[in-house]
């Protein structure tokens, strides 16, 4: 065995790294150079001046003062022959360092001398800084943390996965990753995130685990690679955030940003949202949809004299009612003020639309008590159908809105369709049919009656039967707001048919049960009058109602007649050979050949209003109503004066000896059971009347 010499040790001593130093009795006898380095000293005799205790703070961490404790390890290490312990110690230059110290006394004959190592470690103390802070954050962190090895074995968690999940840390260690999975996601989700782990290291995104309660929650979760120096993969990461708070908020904050927060109905943005889904969807399967734009009428007046809570309270009632009148399907949105919007998927045709917008209207008319006062909210609806009138959401939207206006302008308490391919007027006509379609059906067309007097007895003689329309929301319609239109649609041949029944009806009751004879006139319309089973449809009701023929006149014009002029004179004498009678009607107005209404088998002339009128002060007038009276007596036909309004007409006609008379002097056209109480129930009243006239 070789051994080292005196100098070889004074070599190690001065070579190592670590700082060695002697003392004797206190005093510092002997160092090396690495000494001087960490204390910063440049020269042995300065350190060797200084007393040890003045290398170090006046205290040490645990608070003992540095030159007690000193002493007493030094006590320590002569007696047990070393010590080994960290120290704090100050350089020159006033900074402190940490070291780990070995203190090993020497007996040098009868001295004792002491050898000291200090080794720095203030690297060391940086790092178990640096991971006594790790723990405390991952320790008081509120994220739950896993770390997992590669073959996703838990081996680490922080004690706030622990709360997270409700499990105890020793429950937890050693089971595989995603052992709390909740069932709320397939095979493929959890496929696709070990994918992204391998192919980029990293994933992160919402996923439901299940607590050991068994409860499932949402968390964010973040899942992180960590590799090793040379690069490879050796653990995974887990940080899992409770986000149950923010998914609650999310809803919530959804629901104001979807809802309308005074009617609780689906805001305008989520009208946009729902409507978009639903074009796409009825695109797809090829089916029709509505939108209707509701507007409430004079909703201003209301804020302007009862105040806001009162026109909130009136908007929240109408909601409501809008929900209640639709289908669950439907959605209804407040847009915003006094509008609404209603959107219905899957229509089955435009009477379907025209129902639900009726029953809106209809279901708005209950009166709302508001602050004490009654109103009764109007609304007006225009309504557009997809596809149609538009492909988009805005398309939609606008022109619902346009046909809103339009039914507004129109007076409001009415829907209206939006037509893009007809003007405006096409869109309120197709309203209009729709409507009268569905008024044929409830009923809502009605005869009104008036009276037809003998000039020269002054009896009634009968009456003519004139149709109203009892329109639910518009009231009362008159004949030349629906006649024209019935007549292009070709509706009049069934509104025309249900007329001449429901007349013949009462009349033939009203004679019967006044034990007199009636005759009744009924106007027949141009495409009534050509088709061909014209004399069948009336016969048919001839005999339902057990009406004689021979006391019904039907009214046709002169235009209806100057067409086709034979296939004219056949449907007239297949009516005339019937027994009907035929009169025409606004006679003078039109340019009929003389020659060939003497070829037709009339029985009555109606002179026309315009003349009537006129008698008075136009001489054209006087002479046309005089050469009609005069033919009609040649042509030994029946004349009914029309719209006598005025006793001095009457007595013009008087003189002519024109035989019937009609005009509101003696009464307007009235409904059944006015007119059976007015004219019928005392009919010397009326005779009397007629003959004091004039
Ligand atoms: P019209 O056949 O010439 O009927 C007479 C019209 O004159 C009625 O108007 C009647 O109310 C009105 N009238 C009667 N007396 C007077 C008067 O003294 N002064 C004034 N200013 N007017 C008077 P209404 O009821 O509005 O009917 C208008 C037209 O509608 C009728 O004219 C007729 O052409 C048509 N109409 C009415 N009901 C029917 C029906 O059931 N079928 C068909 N096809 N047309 C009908
Ligand atoms: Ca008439
Ligand atoms: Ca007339």
Redesign the pocket.
Known sequence: MTRIDQNQYRALFEHSSDAMLIIDNGRFIDCNDAALQMLGYTTRQALFETHPSQLSPPNQPDGRASFDKANELIEQAMKEGSRRFEWIHRKLDGSDFPVEVLLTPIPDGERMLLHVVWRDISERKKAEERLRLAKHVTDSTSEGIIVTDMDRCIIEVNPAYCRLLGYERSEVLGRQAGFARSGRHDQAFYRAIWTALEADGHWQGEIWDRRKSGEVFPIFLRINTIYDAAGNPCYYTGLFSDITHQKKTEEQLEELAFKDALTGLANRALYHQRLQQEIKRCRRQGRRLAVLFIDLDRFKGVNDSLGHTSGDLLLATVGQRLSEAVRAADTVARMGGDEFTVIIPDLEDDFTVHDIAGKILASALEPVSVSGHELLPHLSIGISLFPRDGQTVDDLTRHADRAMYQAKSEGGDRFHFFLEALNEEAGRRLTLEIEMRKGLERGEFI??Y?PVFDLASGELTGM?????WQHPQRGLV???DF?PLA?ETGL?TR??QH??DLACGQTRQWMERYGRSLSLA????AR?FNSPDLLQQVERILHDQRFPANQLTL?L?ESMMMGRIESTLQQLDQLRGAGINLAI??FGTGYSSLSYLQRFPLTTL?I??AFV?GVLADRNSRAIVRAIISMARAMELDVIA????QVEQLDFLRQLQCRKV????FS??LPAELFEENLLQDPEKHRSAVLSLG
């Open positions: 005869p009104y008036q003519e039967a004139l149709a109203r008159m004949p030349d006649i007549e009049i509104l025309g007329i001449l009924v106007n027949l319309s009534q009214e014009t009607d606004d109606k026309d209003r009128d029309e719209g006598v309004e009609q005009g509101y002097l307007r056209p």
